[in-house]
């Protein structure tokens, strides 16, 4: 079935960068929309990007101007560019994806493990 695979966290320091990676695998038609959310120990998961198969995109206001998202369609693949990370960046970053599948009317949502990214000193 349909599986997202996150790659690419890990420490880095702060006003550094990290480039994540997600990839969809599966019986995928299209995609209707992929994209990011993070979650820290005790708070609510939030979105951070997300982008969809024509490359409108939308962004939390905390992450503007330092986070790019963009996709490769061809690939299933969607990918998040954070520059000028902050500590309070730090979190489990989990990939989410809207995805029309063979034999299903509706997209289905699927969400991947996550990858840590810490940003510390």
């Known amino acids: 079935q349909v599986q997202l695979v996150e790659s690419g966290g890990g420490l880095v320091q702060p006003g550094g960068s990290l480039r994540l990676s997600c990839a969809a695998s599966?019986?995928?038609?299209?995609?209707?929309?992929m994209g990011w959310y993070r979650q820290t120990p005790g708070k609510e998961r939030e979105l951070v990007a997300t982008?969809?198969?024509?490359?409108?995109?939308n962004y939390a206001d905390s992450v503007k101007g330092r986070f790019t998202i963009s996709r490769d369609n061809a690939k299933n693949t969607v990918y998040l560019q954070m520059n000028s990370l902050k500590s309070e960046d730090t979190a489990v970053y989990y990939c989410?994806?809207?995805?029309?599948?063979?034999?299903?009317?509706?997209?289905?949502?699927?969400w991947g493990q996550g990858t840590q990214v810490t940003v510390s000193s």
């Open positions: 989410n994806a809207d995805l029309y599948e063979l034999y299903y009317t509706r997209s289905r949502n699927y």
């Open positions: 599966g019986s995928i038609l299209s995609i209707a929309r």
């Open positions: 982008v969809t198969s024509g490359g409108s995109t």
